[in-house]
């Protein structure tokens, strides 16, 4: 979850991990720590037809949820950290 800064630059003043409520951190509007994000409108087929959902997660939380998975994620290294 991300609240910004009322007025036009907008600026990020807090993401919250969406599964353990943990703030993350943040200095002068930039987050400093890594945060998976996941933007999604689900379409025709589903039972969400049309709603759109929006989270962000803790690296742990990340790790926590993708360890489940019974296919792994894919992995490969980055020429290129943005």
Same mark, same amino acid.
């Given at each position: 979850? /991300? /609240?910004?800064? $009322? +007025?036009? @630059? /907008? %600026?990020?003043? %807090?993401?919250?991990?969406?599964?353990?409520? /943990?703030? #993350?951190?943040?200095?002068? +509007?930039? #987050? %400093?720590?890594?945060? *998976? &994000?996941? $933007? &999604?409108? =689900? +379409?025709? *087929?589903?039972? %969400? @037809? +049309?709603?759109?959902?929006? *989270? $962000? #997660?803790?690296?742990?939380?990340? @790790?926590?949820? &993708?360890?489940? =998975?019974?296919?792994?994620?894919?992995?490969?290294?980055?020429?290129?950290?943005?």
């Amino acid at each position: 979850m /991300r /609240r910004y800064e $009322d +007025g036009q @630059d /907008r %600026k990020l003043m %807090k993401v919250v991990c969406n599964k353990c409520g /943990r703030n #993350l951190k943040i200095v002068d +509007g930039y #987050l %400093k720590e890594y945060c *998976f &994000t996941a $933007d &999604t409108v =689900f +379409g025709y *087929f589903s039972n %969400k @037809d +049309g709603v759109e959902h929006h *989270f $962000d #997660l803790c690296e742990e939380c990340y @790790d926590m949820l &993708t360890s489940q =998975f019974l296919v792994p994620v894919e992995e490969m290294e980055s020429a290129e950290l943005l």
